[in-house]
């Protein structure tokens, strides 16, 4: 045995020093020669800009000028956005006004989807769109400055290329990038391009001479995934379904396995999981990512104090409600009603969430007033109407149960029922409420081959014409927003009060916290994962079917049957999808339910 522990450690030493060695040639490379090509691009389309301010929003030429000024930003965009996310995200993010809560003021809409808006749609005087086109610029000058500032390593490479891949899924193929004229497809095969010049630029003769089967296999993936765009770039007709699953996740994979075999693995901060090899892995993205830094490194024995805590009516002042109560765990976490009852028996404002893939937001509630899981959950014991119990320990009547400090010890490492740590408790039982293991990952996994036609219809319809991707972005569903999963977005819809479509509904969600005009009606937008099993939906349970939501959607949302809504989110214009698209997205929304989790 002793002589078996000697050449396990040996083994181990031996692969350490080979990670090392292959750390240290990657450390080696001369990324400023791959670093030349971002800066490049940068430059290209800060010079593309300029031309496009001397020549005005309605010059013949403009339209021409802004598609390669996109594609430029597409070949900069991994680095610059990596650099700095903000900006970088406003610089191709949604022609929406931004409001900053620490100083309370609102951003206008600038960036390269405004600009379009103005090129395209032609509702914008030249004064403010030159306006927009100079601001965009000076964004896109400051990260040029950045990136002369910072050195291209290892680590801001294969992150930013990371990123870069989820955008590609997540924005370029569903129209989100260029919600107007629709060039995501042909975008996306640009990102590709890119990913091949500064693959060519940097680790590939590594990887040629140590793996050139690898270098093969990638290479041979990334020109038909390539092909694949190329060949069909309608927006309406595309194959997304075919394309990520036969194309884009052996690419990827084989992507991940470079990324492995150069030695580098990735900060264990990230949201990412950087060896799994596609993003609808089981473990694809890190739950420590989204709980609050007190709460990281939860523990088994944690996750069973909390499951037990998260049953228990005594952490009600009046010991008559739990968690459970409103999240049951028969009814997939949560109730099926309109909305439940508070501890007096009086009915709650709005519908129950389920707490399925909940963790993976950054904020919760309806209208996504708490920032962390910790303090969705602190909010409901200090809430009158739930528990209203600001307790710092256990109640008497818990006290008497005696396996709760036995739990407590293994948990906490001492008997203490703080309140802290049932907090802590309970956040991270909820955390493990989740899953991707549903009939749509393991087919767009390629574990199996069971999708129908109308299913592979549905998804396809999802990712494209009825634009619901561009909110519920995949893989997650939800809309905490790729690829920095730093903010959940909320979005104005319109949802009626009733199902007569007479008035926008009372409840106008986070416009109470400021009263600001484009905030009315402003709800977060929840995961869609599980759906099936959780109506009835929206924030007051206005709609007991799927059919009746999709309809909803599809005739414009709250301004598209007729209600006045000046700052509607959602696109007011009919999505105009037949019957068979209707069914077929409801298909394929059934698909994404795996509960029971397998845990």
Same mark, same amino acid.
């Not at 996306?188 to 003769?205: D, P």
């Not at 005594?314 to 008559?320: F, G, I, M, V």
């Given at each position: %045995?002793?002589?078996?522990? !000697?050449?396990?450690?040996?083994?181990?030493?031996?692969?350490?020093?080979?990670?090392?060695?292959?750390?240290?040639?990657?450390?080696?490379?001369?990324?400023?020669?791959?670093?030349?090509?971002? *800066?490049?691009? +940068?430059?290209?389309?800060?010079?593309? +800009?300029?031309?496009?301010?001397?020549?005005?929003?309605?010059?013949?030429?403009?339209?021409?000028?802004?598609?390669?000024?996109?594609?430029?930003?597409?070949?900069?965009?991994?680095?610059?956005?990596?650099?700095? @996310?903000?900006?970088?995200?406003?610089?191709?993010?949604?022609?929406?006004?931004?409001?900053?809560?620490?100083?309370?003021?609102? !951003?206008?809409?600038?960036?390269?989807?405004?600009?379009?808006?103005?090129?395209?749609?032609?509702?914008?005087?030249?004064?403010?769109?030159?306006?927009?086109?100079?601001?965009?610029?000076?964004?896109?000058?400051?990260? /040029?400055?950045?990136?002369?500032?910072?050195?291209?390593?290892?680590?801001?490479?294969?992150?930013?290329?990371?990123?870069?891949?989820?955008?590609?899924?997540? #924005?370029?193929?569903?129209?989100?990038?260029? @919600?107007?004229?629709?060039?995501?497809?042909?975008?996306?095969?640009?990102?590709?391009?890119?990913?091949?010049?500064?693959?060519?630029?940097?680790?590939?003769?590594? *990887?040629?001479?140590?793996?050139?089967?690898?270098?093969?296999?990638?290479?041979?993936?990334?020109?038909?995934?390539?092909?694949?765009?190329?060949?069909?770039?309608?927006?309406?007709?595309?194959?997304?379904?075919?394309?990520?699953?036969?194309?884009?996740?052996?690419?990827?994979?084989?992507?991940?396995?470079?990324?492995?075999?150069?030695?580098?693995?990735?900060?264990?901060?990230?949201?990412?999981?950087?060896?799994?090899?596609?993003?609808?892995?089981?473990?694809?993205?890190?739950?420590?990512?989204?709980?609050?830094?007190?709460?990281?490194?939860?523990?088994?024995?944690?996750?069973?104090?909390?499951?037990? +805590? #998260?049953?228990?009516?005594?952490?009600?002042?009046?010991?008559?409600?739990?968690?459970?109560?409103?999240?049951?765990?028969?009814?997939?976490?949560?109730?099926?009603?309109?909305?439940?009852?508070?501890?007096?028996?009086?009915?709650?404002?709005?519908?129950?969430?389920? +707490?399925?893939?909940?963790?993976?937001?950054?904020?919760?509630?309806?209208?996504?007033?708490?920032?962390?899981? %910790?303090?969705?959950?602190?909010?409901? &014991?200090?809430?009158?109407?739930?528990?209203?119990?600001?307790?710092?320990?256990?109640?008497?009547? %818990?006290?008497?149960?005696?396996?709760?400090?036995?739990? #407590?010890?293994?948990?906490?490492?001492?008997?203490?029922?703080?309140?802290?740590?049932?907090?802590?408790?309970?956040?991270?039982?909820?955390?493990?409420?989740?899953?991707?293991?549903?009939?749509?990952?393991?087919?767009?996994?390629?574990?199996?081959?069971?999708?129908?036609?109308?299913?592979?219809?549905?998804?396809? *319809?999802?990712?494209?014409?009825?634009?619901?991707?561009?909110?519920? &972005?995949?893989?997650?569903?939800?809309?905490?927003?790729? @690829?920095?999963?730093?903010?959940?977005?909320?979005?104005?819809?319109?949802?009626?009060?009733?199902?007569?479509?007479?008035?926008?509904?009372?409840?106008?969600?986070?416009?109470?916290?400021?009263? !600001?005009?484009?905030?009315?009606?402003?709800?977060?937008?929840?995961?869609?994962?599980?759906?099936?099993?959780?109506?009835?939906?929206?924030?007051?349970?206005?709609?007991?079917?799927?059919?009746?939501?999709?309809?909803?959607?599809?005739?414009?949302?709250?301004?598209?049957?007729?209600?006045?809504?000046?700052?509607?989110?959602?696109?007011?214009?009919?999505?105009?999808?037949?019957?068979?698209?209707?069914?077929?997205?409801?298909?394929?929304?059934?698909?994404?339910?795996?509960?029971? /989790?397998?845990?």
């Amino acid at each position: %045995m002793g002589f078996l522990l !000697l050449f396990v450690s040996c083994k181990e030493e031996t692969k350490y020093i080979k990670v090392n060695e292959e750390k240290l040639e990657i450390e080696k490379i001369q990324w400023e020669e791959t670093k030349k090509i971002y *800066v490049v691009s +940068l430059q290209n389309a800060i010079d593309l +800009l300029s031309q496009i301010e001397n020549l005005g929003s309605e010059h013949s030429n403009s339209p021409k000028i802004f598609r390669e000024l996109r594609q430029e930003w597409k070949k900069a965009e991994p680095y610059a956005a990596y650099l700095n @996310p903000e900006v970088g995200h406003r610089i191709n993010g949604p022609a929406l006004p931004i409001f900053i809560e620490d100083s309370e003021s609102i !951003l206008p809409p600038v960036g390269l989807q405004k600009i379009e808006e103005s090129i395209f749609d032609g509702d914008t005087s030249e004064n403010d769109f030159l306006k927009e086109v100079q601001i965009t610029r000076g964004m896109m000058e400051h990260l /040029l400055e950045i990136m002369g500032k910072r050195e291209l390593t290892p680590d801001r490479f294969f992150i930013a290329i990371h990123q870069q891949l989820l955008r590609l899924i997540s #924005f370029s193929i569903t129209g989100f990038d260029t @919600p107007v004229i629709s060039w995501g497809i042909s975008e996306a095969a640009i990102s590709l391009e890119s990913l091949g010049q500064v693959y060519n630029a940097s680790i590939r003769e590594i *990887v040629r001479r140590k793996n050139p089967e690898l270098d093969q296999d990638f290479s041979q993936s990334l020109r038909s995934s390539i092909k694949f765009l190329k060949a069909e770039d309608n927006f309406l007709v595309f194959d997304r379904f075919t394309f990520i699953r036969d194309y884009f996740n052996p690419m990827m994979s084989n992507w991940v396995r470079i990324t492995n075999n150069s030695g580098w693995s990735g900060p264990e901060d990230e949201v990412f999981n950087f060896l799994a090899p596609t993003f609808f892995e089981e473990d694809s993205f890190n739950i420590s990512f989204f709980m609050p830094p007190v709460n990281q490194n939860i523990t088994a024995d944690q996750i069973k104090l909390g499951k037990k +805590l #998260f049953s228990d009516k005594n952490l009600s002042k009046n010991q008559k409600i739990s968690c459970a109560t409103c999240h049951v765990p028969e009814k997939a976490y949560a109730d099926g009603m309109v909305s439940n009852f508070d501890n007096t028996g009086n009915l709650l404002e709005r519908n129950t969430p389920s +707490l399925l893939n909940v963790i993976f937001q950054q904020s919760f509630f309806w209208d996504g007033r708490s920032g962390n899981i %910790m303090d969705q959950v602190t909010a409901v &014991f200090r809430n009158k109407k739930e528990f209203n119990s600001g307790v710092h320990q256990l109640s008497d009547k %818990m006290l008497t149960d005696i396996s709760y400090e036995q739990l #407590f010890q293994n948990a906490y490492g001492k008997s203490s029922s703080r309140y802290t740590n049932i907090i802590k408790a309970l956040s991270a039982y909820i955390a493990t409420l989740n899953g991707f293991n549903s009939k749509f990952d393991r087919n767009i996994r390629g574990e199996e081959k069971t999708y129908t036609t109308q299913e592979k219809l549905g998804f396809n *319809v999802y990712m494209g014409k009825a634009l619901c991707a561009t909110c519920h &972005f995949i893989p997650l569903t939800n809309g905490t927003v790729p @690829p920095f999963y730093k903010e959940t977005e909320r979005e104005v819809i319109g949802v009626p009060e009733t199902t007569e479509n007479l008035a926008l509904d009372r409840d106008f969600g986070i416009f109470w916290q400021y009263e !600001l005009d484009f905030q009315k009606g402003m709800f977060k937008t929840p995961s869609l994962r599980n759906t099936e099993l959780t109506s009835p939906y929206m924030h007051n349970g206005l709609y007991s079917t799927l059919e009746e939501v999709i309809e909803f959607y599809d005739l414009g949302g709250g301004s598209g049957i007729g209600l006045n809504l000046p700052h509607q989110t959602l696109p007011p214009e009919s999505l105009n999808l037949t019957q068979e698209e209707k069914s077929a997205l409801i298909s394929f929304i059934k698909t994404l339910s795996d509960f029971p /989790l397998n845990k």
